[in-house]
C-alpha cells in the first residue's frame, strides 16, 4: 500500500496535504467527533467526485496502523463497514515530518455512542434484529473472507450511516495496533488478560465477542459493569463466565439472549461463528452451547489471603504475584492440590514440567520464569505473562515496538523469547495447527537473532521481524516513515542535505531494517560493519548502501555520496601505491558529487585497483625479500672480513712474488744468453 504524498500550506498558514494526487485533505477544518483515539480527524475532499463527503484520519507518530488490513478493507466497500478510499503517508505538521493518513466516507448520523460513561437512547430487539444487525454480520463474513479482523468492535466506534439513525456501520480499524484501543470489558478473558499492546490479531470468534458485548451496551443503553474496574470485570468473567459477569443483575429478555448467549461462550470453540448469527437471522434458530463445566477443586488453595478453586483464576493470580508465587508453586501443598484437588492429569503433567526447573534456581528471573511456565500449565489458553509483560503470541510483535517507544519492558520481553517460554506455552497447547508449528520455528529463530549482538541483529532485527510493516524507526530516517527497502537512501539523502558537516553513521535500527527487509543484501555488509577494522566498517557501510541503490534502482543520493566521502580516506589509504592513493583521492571529490554510490564503490575499493596494487605489492615484496638477504648475508660476512682479507693478502703476495721470480729468472737467461 504505497501511495504518491505532496504537501504544501494553505491561505493563511493553515496546513493541508494532498494523498495520492486526488485527495486533499483540509487542516484547518478539524471533525472531533470523528477522530480516533490514535488519530484527529479532518475535512477531506476528492478531486474525481468533489461532492462526496469525506474525512480523514491522521495517525499519531508513535501509533502502528494495521497497513495490510487497511489494503484488504479498500477490496470490500461493504456498506456497513467503514474502510478506507485510500491511505498513505503526507507530510503534516511542522519540520515536514510525514504521518500515515487515510480517507473515508463520512457516515450520514454520526456516532452510535460518545461515550461508555454516559446513558445513551436503547436500541430495541426490533431495529437491531431487523435493520442495525444483518449488515453488520454481512460485513464482517466479507471481513473475515479476507484473514483479517477488525478487533475495534464497541458501541463507541459505530456510526449511523443515514440521517435517520437506523442503519450502523463498524468503525475504522486500522489507525492503531489490533485492541489496543479496546476497553477490557469488550475483549474474551484470554484476550483481557493481554496487555492491550499485545493482544495481537485474534481471531473473528474476538470480534464476535466484542459484538456480543457491544448488543448489551446498545440494548440497555449503558454498561451494566460501569461501576467495576477491568480486573474486578475480568475476576467476575473467570468465576461466573462472561455472560452472568456482564449483565450482572440485569436481564435481557427476548429472542436475542439466545444470541448473545452464543456469542458471549467463553470457550471459542463453543462460541457461534459469523454464519451461525447470519442463520440465525433466518429463523433457523440455534441454541446456545451448553458450556463445559470448568474444574473445580473440592478444597480450595490460598494463596495471597485468597482461596482459589480453579486453575485459571489460581493462574491469574499467580502471574500478578510472581515473587510470592515462586515460593508457593515450590511448596508441597501446591503439588499435593494439583494431583489432589484438581484431579486434572494433563495439567497435573504440564506443571510437574514446569517445576523441574524449581530446583537449583536461585536468581529472582530464573524464579519468575519459573512462575510463568506454572501459569501457563495451569491455564494454557492465557497470554504468556512475564514479569510486567502479558502478551498473546501473535501480539509479540506489537509488543516490541511498544517497548522500542518505551510503552513496555523491552528487557522483560526478551527475556520471555530467551527464556523460551514461548516454546512452553507451545508444549501446553493441543491440537496445534501446521500454520501454528511455523510460528514456533519462527520464535526459535528470533531468540538467536536475539542472542546475536552484530549490525542486522540483535533485538532490533527481532523487532522487524515480527512487524513486517513498522516503519524504520532509525534516527536517520525516522521522520520520512520508510517501510519499504526503496524509500531508505531517499529519506537518507534530505537529511544528509541537512548534516553535510556530519560523518554518516549507519545505527544498529537501520541495519536490522535493511536486513529484515532487503534480503539481497547479504551478510558479508554485517561481518564488515563488526570489524575491528575502521576501514572495513566503512567498506561494509559503503557497500551495503551501493547495493541498495544498484538492486533497488533508486535515485542518485549525492549529498549521501559526499558524508561518506569524507570518511573514505581510511579505506583509500590500504593502498600500497602512493601515486594510485593520490589519483583516487584526487578523483573521489568529483565521483562522489554525482551521487552514485556503485561509482564511488568502484573508486575506493575496485576491482582491477586492488588486483593491481597487490600484484605491485606482490612484487615489491619479493624485490624487498631478495635485498634484504643479500644484505643480511653481507652482515653475516662482518665478523670474519679481516681474516679474509689477511689471508688474501697473503696469497695475492705469494702470486705476485712467485711472478716476480719468474720474471727476474726470465730476465737472467736473457742476459746470459
Known sequence: MVADHEAGRASGGRLSARLSERFEIHGDRALPDLSSPSAAAFAASDREHPNANLFALICEPETLPRHDVAAALRELRADALLAPLEAGAVEWGPGGRRHFAMVFERPAGGRVATSLTQPFAPFTENDLLHHSLPPLVAALQELFSTGATHRAIRPTNLFFRDPAQRLVALGECVTAPPASEQPSAFEPIESAMAMPLGRGDGSAADDLYALGVTLIVLILGRCPWAAMSDEQLLAEKIARGSY?????????IGTISEALRGLLADDPRERWTVDDVASWFEARRL?????????????????AGQSFVT????AHAFARAPTVAARAVKAPEFEIWIQRSLADEDRAKLVASALTEAYNLGAASQEERLVARVSTALDPPAPIRYKSIAVTLDGFGTAFAAGFRGQASLQHLAEAIGGRLVQFWF???????????SVLKAFDRLRLHLEDRRPGLGAERVLYEMNPRLHCLSPLVEADLVIEPAGILPALERGSEKRQNEDF???RHLAAFIAARFRNAGTDCFDAMNSADLS?????VLYLLARLQ?????????ALAQRLARQLPAVVER????????RIMAELPRVAAKGNLVDLLSLVDGAADRQKDGAEFGEAQREYATVTLELERLRAEAPRRNDVAMLLGARYAATAASFLAWLIALAAIAVTG
Open 505 to 507: 553513521q549507519l545505527d
Open 427 to 437: 508444549s501446553a497447547q493441543t491440537g496445534l495447527r501446521p500454520e501454528q508449528l
Open 244 to 252: 452472568a459477569a456482564l449483565l450482572g443483575n440485569e436481564r435481557i
Open 575 to 582: 593502498y600500497h601505491n602512493r601515486m594510485r592513493r593520490a
Open 536 to 540: 572495513q566498517r566503512i567498506l561494509g
Open 287 to 303: 441454541s446456545p452451547k451448553q458450556p463445559a463445566m470448568v474444574r473445580r477443586a473440592p478444597r480450595p488453595f490460598d494463596f
Open 311 to 314: 486453575a485459571r483464576s489460581l
Open 550 to 558: 544498484g538492486l533497488k534502482g533508486a535515485s542518485l543520493v549525492p
